[in-house]
Nanobody
Framework: QLQLVESGGGLVQPGGSLRLSCAPS????????IGWFRQAPGKEREGVSC????????TYADSVKGRFTISRDNAKNTVYLQMDSMKPEDTATYYC??????????????????WGQGTQVTVSS
């Protein structure tokens, strides 16, 4: 079964940092764009960031631009999301998912697959 596994969530104070990891089970990440999404209680799942495989180009939601950094290590078969200057509104369950190609279209979340179980991120003092 082709699935992604997220890790690294937790409780952090406003202004703090966390790094999330996304690793696959059953396939290599290097051939696909990988996206990070999040879903807060009572809200729709939204795209946060995405990174392509071929050139490493990145896409960010306006709400996280300048604070979050997505990266990938194809040798370790892992994608990361570094989250800095975190805000309470970043509180959500974070998911990573695989694009069907090497394209990053965060608005087309229904096209992404291999969703993991998610990792909870809570920003609170």
């Amino acid at each position: 079964q082709l699935q992604l596994v997220e890790s690294g969530g937790g409780l952090v104070q406003p202004g703090g940092s966390l790094r999330l990891s996304c690793a696959p089970s059953g396939f290599r990440l290097q051939y696909f764009a990988i996206g990070w999404f999040r879903q807060a209680p009572g809200k729709e799942r939204e795209g946060v960031s995405c990174i392509r495989s071929t050139d490493g180009s990145t896409t960010y939601a306006d709400s996280v631009k300048g604070r979050f950094t997505i990266s990938r290590d194809n040798a370790k078969n892992t994608v990361y999301l570094q989250m800095d200057s975190m805000k309470p509104e970043d509180t959500a369950t974070y998911y990573c998912a695989r694009s069907p190609s090497d394209a990053c279209v965060l608005s087309a979340k229904t096209l992404f697959g291999s969703w993991g179980q998610g990792t909870q991120v809570t920003v609170s003092s």
